[in-house]
């Protein structure tokens, strides 16, 4: 089986089995770039190492050592060699993006031998010496799970020592003696001493690569991202590059755009005589690659042309990795960059525009769920202007956030269990952080620069960040933060301003944000191409006119009981349910009729000529009762009633599972007075609005039928009330009447539904509860356990489950549609909203999808997605 691939073999497409890094470094090979020559052990390599060998098989030894006699025979340099040795990395790369979460090692091949060859070689001793420190310490940390710690505090007591402000001013002797310590920390730690033979390192250097797939902070990064555990990593080997042989070379990373606004300027990053990750963590403040112009312009100028051309050819924003030897430019990394929401949108705007990609393709470059943060909140300028500032730093990730200041990812991780919000404060954040950092509402850090991991990591995160406060002095250990005006100590509130790149004092409060009008362009182009409505579940005039604000297209889903729930009218609802007989119920039905004709009359004019779907009274009269001896005593004064006949009369309708209960449309059978007290209502407030020009067409929708009779004696009801109400008022209104699908049975007999009902439309919150048998208000004790354990993919009542439910909604579209072809059917439950979800609607042939007021947005570039 082939597992090693030269990168001129691959190429962009071979993700999966090459890792992102792996098949774009072949691509860029493809297209002539300066990529220093490499190949690839593939990701089921990977795989089949860790599930079944657990060692490297002959057969792969010998494919590497193959690839290897190729590169040294290209390259002039080998292995071990004593004039010229060829040294590598061995870096990881999954077919997802995972910056950071695995392990890569540099300047491998380097030993006690080579390391004087390369500083003859190249003249320069303190180089060859830099490279085997460097080696050391991340083999040792790789391979041998030594602590990067022991060998940190080795080189910050050098410095120390001598006082230097940073690693460049180490000499060849200082370095030497490093190497010799470094190789003591090796026999202290792990009574090992470090492979001298190259190929004995590389072999060692792959297998730990692989590993590193499953260490602790690369699982909890895919858990995050939701990215698959069997991927693998692919591991590149590839002939080194010197980014620390001068002040003629140095290493960098740059975007293509901006990846905090998406401007189009390219936006990076270097440091002079430095070698691979030292921009990324933060060792020395990096420059910003604009000087690069000056400094090494011939450099530069091709390093824009490839940055240009990599843009063109992936037609996105790309993350580019370089280092430049004695001026000479390669590149070492292109991929996607991750970008902040309003990044996201701009950028996909500006291709458009440019021409580069079609309005569809824009469309998709964008997550729906990057819209939530998008529209996240601000601190009005009036707060800011007269909040105390605590330190000013780079804008690295844009939000507004509030918490409590934390040090460390447990610390945070304790206080969010607590239910408090907070806020990571570090020197700088590295990936062991990445769990502490997922839940904090913004991250701030006194190193590092806009490509450091702390704000890579917040951008990919969505979580608002601000890097490089100079001015703070973080002091872990003692939990405190000294800045110029006082001390802050764990715990203490402060706010974030990662758009400007602000820390205050306090906790300040927060308003909306403006919708952009890239946003809205962006918007306008996903309704153009959408099949499926998008409307919103709502009643209440702030949510309704929230949603309109969003671009909800109507409402899918007025639920009338929310209107019961407060004050007067759920005395007047009490007062009713508990009534002995007809009579009585009389006068609190009159009351609740005129409550509801106000109800109506505000909904309608806010919705006024869109569609509206209205719910007719819905969950178990048992949710009405009063609870407790105190309760029922007050009631009982209140409605006139004596203790004794209430108390018979609450466990008269008491009921053991209200779900399965006396609701829906089986209230409506038995208390039709309620169900033709609602229609009353909205056909008069319905008829008000006619009157005055504005025609309202409201789709009044049946809930939980399963049988087809309950349906056609309650339209039988409510045809003859409404008609009645019309005839009367003597105008013309188009009123539709439908039913809810939520009841497994339902959607057997929609055919036989079909000739009932204008409408349908799924309940899938009910549907999924009855479907799996799962109570939805329960399901939370267990489904958690069950994705943890893979028993389900997703929690159903947030995702729809397409096998099971979706058949079931297959079914029910394909039957209902057999009798009426032009049958409007929506959804209407959670998973209206879920882009997933969506996705599998399209298919159906669904008219709508209906959600809450801040996923509408959401939604409708979801819907977009899924026509296109
Ligand atoms: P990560 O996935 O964490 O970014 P990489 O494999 O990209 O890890 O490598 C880490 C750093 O080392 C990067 O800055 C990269 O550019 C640099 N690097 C990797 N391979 C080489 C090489 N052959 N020559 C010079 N620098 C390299
Ligand atoms: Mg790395
Ligand atoms: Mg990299």
Redesign the pocket.
Known sequence: KKNVYQFSEGNAEMKPLLGG?GANLAEMVKLGLPV?E?FTITTEACMTYLTQDHYLTEDLKSQILTALKHMESSSGKKFDDTEKPLL??V???SMY????????I?NLGLNDKTVESLAEQTQNERFAYDCYRRLLQMFGEVVFGIESQRFEQYLTHVKEKNNYASDNELTAEDLKEIVKVFKEIYLESVKKEFPQGPIDQLFMAVEAVFRSWNNHRAQVYRRLHGIADDLGTAV?I??????NSGQKSG?G?AFTRSPATGDKHIFGEYLINA??????AGIRTPEPIDTLAEKMPKAYEEFIKIADLLENHYQDMQDI???IEEERL?V??TRSGKRTAAAAFKIAYDLKEEGVISKEQALMHLKPEMIDQLLHPVFSKEVAKTAQEVARGLPASPGAATGRVVFDAGQAKKYVEDGEEVILVRRETSPEDVEGMSVSNAIVTSCGGMTSHAAVVARGMGICCVVACANLTINEAARSIIFDGGVIEEGDFISVDGSNGIVFLGKLEMEKTEESSVFKTIMSWADEVADLNVRVNAETPKDLTTAFAFGAQGVGLTRTEHMFFEGKRLTEMRRLILAGDSAQRKAPLKKLLEIQIEDFTNIFNITQEKAIVIRLLDPPLHEFLPHGAEEIRQLAKELELTEDYLEKRVHSLMETNPMLGHRGCRLGVTFPEIYEMQVEAIIRSACGLVKKGINVAPEIMIPLVGVKKELTILKELLIQVADKIIAEENITLDYTIGTMIEIPRACFIADQLAEEAEFFSFGTNDLTQLTYGYSRDDAGKFITTYQQKKLLPADPFQKLDVEGVGELMRIAVERGRQVKPDLKIGVCGEVGGDPSSIAFFQQLGLNYVSCSPYRVPIARLAVAQAAI
């Not at 993006?97 to 890569?104: A, L, N, R």
């Open positions: 890094k220093p490499g590598v990395s870096r990881s790369g993006s995972m910056p950071g979460m695995m392990d890569t540099l590149n590839q002939t080194m590059v010197f980014g290493t990373v070698q691979g990750e030292d921009v990324v990795e370089f280092t390669f070492l990394q």
